[in-house]
């Protein structure tokens, strides 16, 4: 495996990240995880194993590299993202509120995957969309990956 994957370190009740990543980076892959901007954006650090991280804002894990900038996320071959719920008619996800993963999303290309992980039970249809709320491409449950009919914004 190669290329540049931009994931997240995760806390609380998500679905654990941190086995995936080290298994990305292991593999070849440079994993790039967000660092919170305090405008609320997310700039982006390159992960180079477990003992590179730090609690940065709201005691989540960043990676302690230099920080590349919101549009590195530009050049990512695959984009792993955080959702409370992803419905699976039209992709919407269901983030904390912020719009940081939102902002990320929408600098991506549209032939990138992207990914929202969630437990089981987590994909719901009808969700609220807002305007500037960016669908993800496919939901990744323990029963398997869901693919999510995107209909691309203009």
Known sequence: MAGLVACYWSTGTEPSTEGLVFALWKHGATVILPVLRDDDDLDWAVYDGPDTLAPGRHGIMEPVDTR?????????????VPALAVDPHSGVRLGRGGGS??????????????????????????????PHDRPVKYAALPSGIRVVPVKEST
Do not use: K, S
């Open 101 to 130: 993963y939102d902002r990320a999303l929408a600098r991506v290309g549209p032939n990138v995957p992207t990914v929202a992980l969630l437990h089981e039970g987590e994909m719901r249809p009808g969700l609220p969309a807002e």
């Open 68 to 80: 590349r900038g919101v549009d590195t996320i530009r050049t990512a071959a695959l984009v792993i």
